[in-house]
Structure formats: structure tokens, C-alpha cells
């Protein structure tokens, strides 16, 4: 009972195309739908209404303590959710908007507190994905939307991956092909001075501090004893049913690991890349998530690499690791959420 709309993100008059307005009537309603952006799909509702916020979170199996971003499509709406929005928050909203870069802001408490999940602040986030801006348009609410994946999957990034994780769970999904990005966005936190990435994603630490300066990383990020701040950051994420591993060492490694392995009965996956694509002969099953020369290849295919090894039926997956670089921390942050943290020397 999932509907499934598909729709050209390139057809001129968006708002006006029947897909569109159908997806936008459920939202209305109460209903919950899914949509491209331009990082990966969301799970959209109704952000003032309590019962759509509520829905959201069981397809999802999402907890509760867990906020959700909500997207806008012009200044006016964001104007509508916060109390301010002071010079350096405007000058990232100049810069970076519409595009995949969320701001958390004072709360004028507008939104569904299940949304905020109690907090005083707000997550907002303004897509450049011309079929979430015009459901946002047509539907002429703010609409909440966590990525549109059961909790502890990898986000979805086209939308076969919702359709396996919520058919019969929500109303519809519009089907516009492929994410650009194919990382989340990054949540910055403009409540503190300098502002705080509370997760990395498409836009980086690099152009976040040409843009206004000082840029602070919150320590629940990289340090085991501090709980982050973005409360979803502290959840496992992103796991395929393998066990994974990051070896940073890279090939040579990667070979004795899987050689250790040979009497274990177990299937041996390995993550790649274009580069390295014939290097594994030995192993049962080799991904090549994109061109280690062109990170942001990477991060478009990362998510549905994590989902395929599922198809594969492994046991383990080594993993290559990435620079951190631009986007490669935020490859690297969802690789080691994927890992639970597994790291081999
Ligand atoms: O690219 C994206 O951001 C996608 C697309 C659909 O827009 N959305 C997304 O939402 O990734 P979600 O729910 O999967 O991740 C939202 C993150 C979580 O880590 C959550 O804890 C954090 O943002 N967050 C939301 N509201 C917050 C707040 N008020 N304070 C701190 N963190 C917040
Ligand atoms: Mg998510």
C-alpha cells in the first residue's frame, strides 16, 4: 500500500506535476512520504503536527530522544522556526543554502516538540533537490524528515532502498532517481561560539571556514567518554549484517587478513575502489565504492555499497580507508559507524 511516484527532477513547473501534488495532499493530510534531496532521501511529515512527527519515528524505529531536521524552502520558514538568526548563521545560509548543510537554531518552538525531541534548539535545513523543494512548496509546510531508512541502516540514496526498508509503512515514496551526494548533511551548531560541527557530511570543515572562521568540532565526535551533542550521533548507524573491519594499512594487510581467514568457513567481502578493483582475486566478493582519486565519488555510492554486501551474504568485510580530507570525514565518520568503531592495525 506504499505508493510509488516517479518523477524527472529535471521537468520544468515541479510544483505543478501531479506526482508532486499527490505526495504534497498525504503530507497535508497527516501522512508520511518519502522524497529525494540532494544527500540522501528523507522521510517527510507534517513538523507542527504531533501524530505525523509520531508516525515518522515508528516506520523508522527511530528513539524518541532523537531530533529530526526540518526542511524549508525559503527564508520566510526558517524565520517562522527560530528566535534569531545571528550574522554568522545568516552568512552560512548565504553561502551554503539551498544545499546539504543543516543548522541548529534557537527554537521559537513552532515545531511539534517530538521534533526537537524537548531541546531548546532547532535543526534547519534548506535542499537544493528541485523535488524537495517543490513538495515543500506545494505542500506549504516545514516539513520534518530524518533520512528515509530503518533505524541503523545505511541512509538511502535511491528509492528501492526506502521501498526495502518501509514498504507498507508510510504512504508513499516519490522516486526520483539517484542522490547526488550520497552523504548526509552537516549539522552545524550556531548556538555556540565559533559554531560547532555536530556531524560532518557534503558541506566540509575547509569551506565552512573559509566562509565564516573558526569552526569548533564537538568532542562526542572523535572522543569515546564525551556523548555528542547531536543526540543521534551516539546511535550504531549505517551497519551492514557483516562484521566490518577498517584496515588502514590498505592492501597488503587486507591480503594476510583474508589469508587468516581461510579455514574460518567464513565469506570474505572487501570494500574498494576503482583503483584497486583487481586486487582481491581471493576474496568472495569485491565492491568498489568509486575513485579513490575523486572522494566525492565515494560518497555518492558509499551508502549503497553497505547495502549490497547485505545481497552478498559475507561474514566479514574488510574495508579500505579514505584522507579525511573535504568529504573523506564524512566517508570516514559513516565507515566507522558502519565498522561499530573496528579498526585493524
Ligand atoms: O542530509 C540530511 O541531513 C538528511 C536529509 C533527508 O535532509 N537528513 C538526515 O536526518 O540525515 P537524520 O534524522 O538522519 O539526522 C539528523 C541529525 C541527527 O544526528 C540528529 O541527532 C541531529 O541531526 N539533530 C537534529 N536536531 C538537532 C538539534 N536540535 N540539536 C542537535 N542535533 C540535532
Ligand atoms: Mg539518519
Not at 578493483?277 to 565492491?287: F, G, K
Request: aromatic share 4%.
Amino acid at each position: 500500500e506504499t505508493q510509488v511516484w516517479r518523477v524527472d527532477p529535471e521537468a520544468v513547473d515541479l510544483e505543478q506535476t501531479p506526482q508532486i501534488k499527490a505526495a504534497a495532499e498525504k503530507l497535508v493530510r497527516g501522512e508520511i512520504v518519502a522524497f529525494p534531496t540532494e544527500t540522501v532521501y528523507g522521510l517527510g511529515g507534517n513538523a507542527k503536527l504531533r501524530d505525523s512527527v509520531q508516525k515518522i519515528y515508528e516506520a523508522k524505529g527511530r528513539p524518541s530522544d532523537n531530533p529530526l531536521i526540518v526542511h524549508v524552502a525559503n527564508l520566510e520558514q526558517v524565520r517562522a522556526l527560530c528566535t534569531e538568526i545571528h550574522p554568522i548563521a545568516k552568512k552560512l545560509i548565504d553561502t551554503f543554502w539551498p544545499g546539504p548543510l543543516t543548522l541548529v537554531l534557537p527554537s521559537r518552538g513552532e515545531v511539534s516538540n517530538a521534533v526537537t525531541a524537548g531541546l531548546p534548539t532547532v535543526a534547519v535545513r534548506m535542499p537544493s533537490h528541485p523535488v524537495a523543494r517543490a513538495l515543500i512548496l506545494a505542500s506549504g509546510l516545514p516539513i520534518a524528515a530524518p533520512s528515509a531508512n530503518s533505524s541503523g541502516r545505511p541512509s538511502p540514496t535511491r528509492a528501492d532502498h526506502v521501498f526495502h526498508d518501509l514498504d507498507g509503512k508510510i504512504a508513499g515514496i516519490l522516486d526520483g532517481g539517484e542522490t547526488g551526494v550520497g552523504v548526509e548533511s552537516t549539522v552545524v551548531d550556531c548556538t555556540t561560539t565559533p559554531i560547532t560541527i555536530l556531524r560532518p557530511g557534503g558541506i566540509s570543515k575547509e569551506k565552512l571556514i573559509e566562509a565564516v572562521g573558526a569552526v569548533a568540532d564537538d568532542p562526542g565526535l572523535t572522543r569515546l567518554d564525551q556523548t555528542p551533542k547531536a543526540p543521534g550521533m551516539k546511535y550504531k548507524h549505517y551497519a551492514p549484517e557483516a562484521m566490518m573491519y577498517l584496515v588502514p594499512a590498505g592492501k597488503d594487510r587486507i591480503h594476510e587478513l583474508i589469508a587468516s581467514q581461510e579455514n574460518s568457513g567464513r565469506t570474505i567481502g572487501v570494500l574498494t575502489t576503482e583503483e584497486n578493483r583487481d586486487s582481491y582475486p581471493e576474496a568472495d566478493a569485491v565492491l568498489v565504492c568509486g575513485k579513490r582519486s575523486k572522494p566525492e565519488t565515494v560518497a555518492h555510492h558509499l551508502f549503497d555499497v553497505l547495502r549490497s554486501f547485505d545481497q552478498k551474504k559475507v561474514d566479514v568485510i574488510y574495508s579500505e580507508t579514505f584522507s579525511e580530507n573535504g568529504i573523506g570525514k564524512a566517508v570516514m565518520n559513516r565507515l566507522s559507524k558502519a565498522a561499530g568503531g573496528r579498526v585493524v592495525d
